[in-house]
């Protein structure tokens, strides 16, 4: 790889401000092409779609939940087993929240892999030269990301819970973690958003994680500002084709730049050591 990859250039204040750059250099893509960012809105109406769905069964069944969940309140007095379980479902609905909002993005790549490629290819055209990715079938593809977003899900869950935890430390829990949790889940957004790009690299999970570390920057200036954008009610929707051509711009500029040669620079490890 380049030599400012491999020594992790894009990390520091130049890093993050290229990241931030990168993730509105996508949006302005999209609005040049927007035969492109329709295409890139299908997946994500689709999990819009389904993520509704999810909820209005929630909505029916959260009452049921409660009770499954707090047999032991049945001989409460009427009015402290109705606070209580009423409290138990909004804690139950906001879990449902938090999990669409951590997993909202791994369902849209997985459902639109086909969309997004398609779209993340032809940023790069535009960009120079499209990298010769491998060949793998499109179903081995999908699975590999779908068991990909399972594993950074994994990660965020066991970083949120412990940053959950310490929201309700006075004073820290209200300036401290809220600026940890929007860069632990802006880095992983990161991770996910560009496996695209890096895959068509040759890189799996393993050295994508390696590549974004090194350049912890550039990662979470780009990240960050994703997740605060999708935090938006409809944002994710609107900005996800922007958000996966931004990916691209970040990989190309700051995490895997060409080399001199005009061509793609070799990932940071060697593929023996590429796992999934």
């Known amino acids: 790889m380049s030599s400012g990859s491999a020594r992790g250039g894009g990390g520091g204040l130049g890093g993050l401000v290229a990241g931030v750059r990168s993730f509105f250099d996508g949006l302005r893509w999209v ?29 029916l069944q959260v009452g049921n939940l409660t009770e499954f969940f707090t047999p032991f309140a049945d001989d409460w007095n009427e009015g402290l087993r109705t606070t209580f379980r009423f409290l138990v479902g909004v804690l139950i609905f906001g879990v449902g929240l938090l999990l669409a909002v951590k997993t909202y993005v791994s369902i849209t790549l997985a459902i639109g892999e086909p969309f997004y490629e398609k779209l993340s290819e032809q940023v790069e055209r535009d960009l120079g030269q499209l990298p010769e990715a491998p060949d793998v079938p499109i179903w081995r593809s999908i699975a590999r990301s779908l068991k990909d977003s399972l594993v950074i899900l994994l990660y965020v869950v066991a970083l949120t819970i412990p940053l959950f935890v310490l929201g309700f430390v006075p004073v820290i829990g209200q300036t ?56 938006i009610p409809l944002a994710a929707v609107v900005t996800m084709p922007a958000a996966v051509a931004g990916a691209v711009f970040l990989v190309r500029s700051r995490l895997l730049p060409p080399s001199g040669d005009g061509h793609p620079a070799p990932g940071p490890l060697p593929p023996s050591r590429e796992r999934g």
């Open 31 to 59: 609005a040049r092409n927007p035969k492109w960012w329709f295409i890139g809105l299908i997946p994500a109406l689709l999990a819009l779609v389904l993520y509704v769905f999810a909820f209005v069964v929630l909505t």
């Open 176 to 231: 401290v973690v809220p600026v940890l949790g929007a860069m632990v889940s802006g880095f992983f957004l990161a991770v996910e958003l560009t496996g695209l790009a890096m895959e068509r690299r040759g890189l799996r999970r393993r050295d994508r994680f390696a590549v974004m570390r090194a350049n912890m920057g550039a990662a979470l200036g780009y990240g960050v500002v994703a997740f605060l954008i999708f935090l």
